[in-house]
């Protein structure tokens, strides 16, 4: 592993965010301020590869990045925030039922935030005439 893929993997597993490249690059630069962009994409490709990391999509938003810790994620419908979740393991069940070995799974339960919530409350009284 490079250098570079060293610092990466650091930043990421020492993050308590679900950092974007841009965002990764942006706190590498920090430590190394002759790096590119395209040095964070294929060092995030090869620790996603190598299951150093996971890589967490969710439609309309790009990528982030997260340590292989077991959780899941709630992802706010609205604006895409991401937040840690702690289910039980649901591995044995879903390997039974699918009938094959599973090697892991990611569950994303979408929901709308708090914040987005008390924003639609916000707009919505402030658009009514009393």
């Known amino acids: ?4 893929g060293k610092y990466i993997l ?6 308590t965010d679900h950092l974007t490249a841009e965002q990764i690059y942006l706190r590498l630069k920090e430590k190394n301020s002759k790096v590119v962009l395209a040095t964070v994409y294929n060092n995030l490709a090869s620790l996603y590869e190598q299951n150093l990391i996971r890589k967490v999509s ?5 990528d982030r990045y997260d340590k292989m810790k077991r959780h899941d994620h709630l992802v706010c419908k609205r604006c895409g925030r991401l937040s840690d ?7 044995g069940r879903l390997q039974e039922e699918v009938g094959h070995p599973i090697l892991s799974y990611d569950l994303r339960i ?19 005439q009393e």
């Open 10 to 15: 650091e930043i990421i597993n020492d993050s």
């Open 58 to 62: 969710v439609e309309g938003f790009p």
């Open 110 to 128: 979408h929901y709308i935030c708090e914040e987005c919530l008390w924003k639609e409350q916000a707009r919505n009284k402030g658009g009514k």
């Open 1 to 4: 592993m490079t250098k570079n």
């Open 85 to 91: 979740i702690e289910l039980k393991d649901f591995t």
